[in-house]
């Protein structure tokens, strides 16, 4: 393979997360779920061959891989206990920049204890929750070696730390006991050659100068339902931290209306170039309208 063919992605999304110009605006998706690919493509099964097709076909420069294994109750998985399906073939036999998708502790206590009781940890048990803080943080930073090595190029640490009107637990709770273990991994992250993004659903606005100053190159999920306003983020926050998302759910379902694809796109078009990544925000599940995503890609720039 050409090696300037080979890394074209890979180049154009370094650039936009160094707010480099680039020859276009890269495309991602944070998860592309199974049932997609194998409505999309009319196959009974969905393996390597398929979702690299299915990716192409779609534009993207960017794919994510999670680790496969299982939380026990009340229990971490063990370091090494991880698997990443195909990730060296995404790494060493395409172009796309690959991001491993890791859950950060909260996200990873919810998993793990339910919302109900890991919030009873929160609250009640400090000496508890930084002891699960740092259990995760060591498996974390374990996962982060062996995806380098695998050949990554980015982690997304993923934590819902908000819903639609804002975050779901106090900042001051995430400053004090969650943010410095996720700062510490983020310069792990940093001194692996590794980029790092922060992902979480809903209006998490109120947390975004903690992410800068924790040194995150990037944020994954803008959804614009929440108010979370990509033109304003840009300019209060866009030289300093790269975007990604924009795109929420309803949109690629109105796209299959010109008139509602042109009021899409003509918003997209007006924002700056420089430091964005398109997608939807939150993946391609069933309930994504597929050809209403690619007519929105056509019509930009």
Not at 63 to 81: M, N, R, S
Not at 140 to 166: R, T, Y
Request: glycine share 8%.
């Amino acid at each position: 393979m050409d090696q300037n063919l080979s890394n074209s992605s890979r180049q154009r999304v370094q650039k936009t997360i160094r707010h480099e110009a680039t020859d276009r605006i890269p495309k991602g998706e944070l998860c592309i779920a199974d049932a997609v690919i194998s409505r999309e493509l009319n196959c009974a099964n969905v393996g390597f061959d398929e979702k690299l097709l299915f990716v192409n076909q779609i534009g993207l420069d960017i794919i994510t891989i999670a680790p496969v294994f299982q939380y026990g109750k009340e229990k971490l998985p063990g370091t090494g206990e991880s698997e990443w399906p195909d990730i060296e073939k995404w790494c060493k036999n395409t172009s796309l920049f690959t991001f491993a998708l890791i859950n950060g502790a909260l996200e990873t206590g919810m998993r793990i204890y339910g919302w109900t009781e890991f919030l009873k940890i929160i609250k009640k048990s400090p000496s508890n929750l930084l002891a699960f803080i740092d259990q995760v943080e060591k498996l974390n930073i374990s996962m982060f070696k062996e995806v380098e090595q695998k050949g990554a190029n980015g982690i997304i640490l993923a934590d819902d730390v908000a819903f639609a009107k804002g975050l779901l637990i106090n900042p001051k709770i995430l400053r004090e006991y969650f943010f410095p273990s996720l700062a510490r991994q983020v310069e792990e992250v940093n001194r692996l050659g590794l980029f790092a993004f922060y992902h979480s659903d809903g209006y998490y606005q109120e947390i975004i100068p903690d992410l800068i100053e924790m040194h995150f190159q990037g944020i994954q999920c803008i959804e614009q339902r929440c108010g979370m306003d990509t033109a304003k983020l840009q300019e209060e926050y866009g030289d300093r931290i790269c975007l990604w998302g924009s795109i929420d759910i309803e949109d690629t379902v109105k796209a299959r209306d010109p008139d509602n694809l042109n009021k899409i796109t003509d918003s997209l078009n007006r924002l700056h170039k420089k430091g964005l990544i398109l997608g939807t925000n939150n993946g391609l599940y069933e309930v994504t309208d597929i050809a209403g995503l690619k007519a929105i890609f056509r019509s930009l720039y």
